[in-house]
Each structure stands twice: as structure tokens, then as C-alpha cells.
């Protein structure tokens, strides 16, 4: 299980990311901190069979709503990029996606957590929203973690690590 978390801690909701990876350092749950282009994305999760990717997105929605899309061998990412307004990072996740069936590295599972953002403004912290979502989240993630069982077919709660 791999936790892939995006964005940019200086762009007020953007931060989203970045907080939630702090956060699930913080419950022991290993997160790599991604800008969220998609050539980072396709180096990051080369090999790994279950990705979870966190970012901050635009639909609309209520600021700090959790939205979750899952694409298995990359399909179906058209219905996450049609949820979307726009995407801060350009190249981004639907197109690391699309990159990666086409040069065959595609996680065959993964699960895109976009929480909605209130603001991207230089210089701000995330809004109230927006943090309360990512502690949800990161709680929620590092309990999955916890319970995912390790290479000796053990879950990790149980052997206590």
C-alpha cells in the first residue's frame, strides 16, 4: 500500500496534501509528499500493486467534503476528471493515468481522495474545512495501513508495528 499525497503546503487549500502526509507520519502510516505533476506520479508508484493518492480539489462541492474515486488498471479515470472544475497541477492525475496505461505502469489498483478546497491563495494555511477533512482522512488511512497485512501475512495491528 503505497499513500501518495499532492499539492503545495504554501497555496493555502492546495496544502492538503502535504498536511495529510504530516498527518499520517504522525500516526506511523509511511506517506510521500508529492507536487502532483504526473511524471512524479508515475515515478512514485512504479511497481506497486494499491495506491491511494490525496489532493486537493475543485468540484463545487462544500469545502473540506471528501470525494473518492477508485480506478482499477487505470480505467475510469474519466468519470474522476469529469468531477473536476480544474486541476492546479496542469499535467496532472487523470493524465498520469493516462500516461501510464499507455507505457504500462499503472497501479492495477488505486483509490483518489479529493478534498474539496476553499481557497488556493499564496501564503495561507488551509481553512478550517479543509483540516478537519484531512485529519478524517489521515485517521481513516492509517487505520487501512495498520490493517493491511505485511509480507509475513500478519496485519500490522497485531504484531504491533
Not at 499525497?5 to 509511511?30: E, S, V
Not at 480539489?57 to 462544500?62: F, N, Q, S
Amino acid at each position: 500500500m503505497l499513500i501518495l499525497c499532492c499539492g503545495n503546503a504554501d497555496r493555502g487549500d492546495d496544502g492538503a496534501g502535504p498536511a495529510c502526509a504530516d498527518a499520517l507520519r504522525m500516526l506511523h502510516a509511511p506517506a510521500k509528499c508529492l507536487p502532483g505533476d504526473a511524471f512524479s506520479l508515475l515515478d512514485a508508484w512504479t511497481g506497486h500493486p494499491k495506491v491511494f493518492v490525496v489532493d486537493a480539489i475543485v468540484t463545487g462541492a462544500e469545502p473540506g467534503r471528501l470525494h473518492r474515486f477508485e480506478i482499477r488498471n487505470g480505467e475510469n479515470v474519466e468519470q474522476f476528471e469529469k468531477s473536476l472544475g480544474s486541476s492546479s497541477h496542469g499535467f496532472g492525475i487523470a493524465e498520469a493515468f493516462r500516461l501510464g496505461r499507455l507505457t504500462k505502469n499503472v497501479p492495477p489498483e488505486a483509490v483518489i481522495y479529493g478534498i474539496e478546497a476553499e481557497s488556493f491563495e499564496w501564503g495561507a494555511g488551509l481553512s478550517r474545512a479543509v483540516h478537519g477533512a484531512v485529519q478524517q482522512l489521515a485517521s481513516a488511512l492509517a487505520l487501512e495501513f495498520a490493517t493491511q497485512p505485511t509480507s509475513s501475512g500478519q496485519h500490522r495491528l497485531a504484531i504491533g508495528s
